[in-house]
């Protein structure tokens, strides 16, 4: 599967603003020009910034977005035509990148041209090292994109083509750890889909499964998860391992049944044997961290939680899981990384943000609590579990500060969140008793 060339290469510039307004900068306002797809407009802006900044890559990439988008990209390459410089040949190279035709040789050769003359310049090597990969030429690809981390270390979402190319090279041991580097840094909703896609195919369990089993095994499945009854599925999955007993995939579906029949024994041996057959299993690794953790076995669930991620950097449940045993243990600076990284792999829910925000509090870091759930009422101005959290977090500032200005406005905080409470449910014992504290005082 080629990874979208918009998310690898094409990002061209900027963050995300709102309207355009009096006080922005010319670039924030170029910035503001591009998200509305008025690439005329910006290219206006963004030609005066390049003359005086002719250096500036991200003017420069901003600059060729601009005139793709504004419809311009043709006379813009005349231009660019003339000028033999490395910032001219990266121009050239991100405007036919973005044609179809264009997008592999031609492409190549201006990135390569761009990094002949300035070879110690990161982007450059890594837009080659893109290009190289969406063309397929992956043996190719892969040292431009090494040289660019090296040069570059910095930049996590660079990792994700470098897993790509790395898989398509043989080498998914490597290939995985460049997605969880990608994973742990601040990924996009896009990178994270695209690492969850790369990821899909480096662990895939039913890779060369055999054509003679499918049947039986789609039927062991669906008595499995859509009918609930394991005792079905098990005589589905033995079936299939009287004639092929070295599936791990299904003896790891195996233990899926005996578990939900709370037959722990049998399940940490089908487990087991699952891992002997496919040491690279990350979802088997989990469920034995499941069976350890629900049996209070913490130090033996935290090892298999790491191993599934050492196996598979996308799984959210064992970030999950992780965090939580971290908590227990009151490790904080790991409980904070496992939900931060949860955030990214799941932006749109409120549990791991509430997670995250609870072990803010507990390191006394209030302006990042108060960030996270703030982050949830934004989305849900109902959901009154968060708005309480909120008040009592304010509450909790307020008693702990000693700063008398400080305390004034924690307690504005708390008394706000916890009023909206109120209104909502009168009955909440918990905010009463928070507001009560603040008012006492």
């Keep these: 599967m080629r990874l979208r060339r918009g998310l690898l290469l094409l990002a061209l510039a900027g963050c995300a603003s709102g309207p355009a307004a009096a006080g922005l900068t010319p670039r924030e306002q170029a910035t503001v020009l591009l998200q509305r797809g008025d690439g005329k407009a910006a290219a206006q802006i963004l030609e005066q910034l390049a003359r005086a900044a002719p250096g500036d890559l991200s003017i420069a990439r901003a600059l060729a977005e601009a ?53 110690g310049e990161a982007e450059f090597h890594y837009r080659l090292g893109v290009a190289l990969l969406e063309s397929e030429r992956f043996e190719e690809s892969l040292p431009e994109l090494k040289k660019a981390i090296a040069i570059s270390p910095g930049n996590p979402a660079w ?14 041991r490597n290939a995985v750890e460049a997605v969880r580097t990608a994973i742990t840094g601040a990924p996009t909703p896009n990178e994270v889909k695209t690492a969850r896609a790369l990821m899909g195919q480096i662990n895939d369990p039913l890779a060369r499964f055999p054509k003679q089993a499918q049947a039986r095994l789609e039927k062991g499945i669906a008595w499995l998860e859509q009918g609930d009854v394991p005792q079905q599925a098990i005589i589905s999955f033995e079936d299939i391992l ?5 599936l791990a995939v299904v003896h790891s579906l195996l233990g899926m049944a005996y578990q939900r029949l709370d037959d722990a024994g049998r399940a940490v041996d089908e487990f087991k044997r699952a891992l002997e057959l496919n040491p690279e299993d990350a979802r088997s690794h989990y ?19 790491e191993r599934a991620l050492e196996k598979n950097p996308t799984l959210d449940e064992a970030w999950l899981r992780l965090g939580d045993l971290a908590l227990d243990r009151q490790d904080l600076v790991t409980a904070r990384g496992c939900f931060r990284t949860l955030t990214f792999l799941e932006p749109e829910a409120s549990a791991p943000r509430g997670k995250l925000a609870l072990v803010f509090q507990l390191e006394g870091d209030w302006p990042g609590a108060d960030r ?70």
């Design 67 to 119: 005139h793709v988008k504004g419809g311009t990209a043709d006379a813009f390459l005349a231009r660019l035509v003339t000028d033999d410089s490395a910032v001219s040949h990266y121009q050239q190279g991100l405007i036919l990148f973005s044609r179809s035709a264009d997008a592999t040789g031609p492409a190549v050769e201006q990135f390569r041209k761009a990094s002949a003359i300035v070879p």
């Design 242 to 246: 009287r004639d092929f007993p070295d």
């Design 287 to 305: 469920l034995l961290g499941e069976l350890y953790f629900a049996r209070q076995r913490q130090q033996q669930a935290k090892e298999h939680f």
């Design 159 to 172: 990792h994700l083509p470098l897993a790509k190319a790395l898989h398509h090279t043989g080498d998914d």
């Design 372 to 441: 996270e759930l703030r982050r949830v009422v934004e989305k849900e101005p109902e959901n009154v579990e968060f708005i309480l959290r909120l008040g009592t977090l304010h509450a909790e500032r307020y008693l702990k500060s000693k700063v008398p200005s400080e305390r004034k406005a924690a307690g504005e905080e708390a008394r706000k969140w916890l009023t909206q409470v109120l209104e909502a449910q009168p009955e909440n014992a918990l905010a009463s008793r928070a507001l009560e504290t603040i008012k006492d005082r």
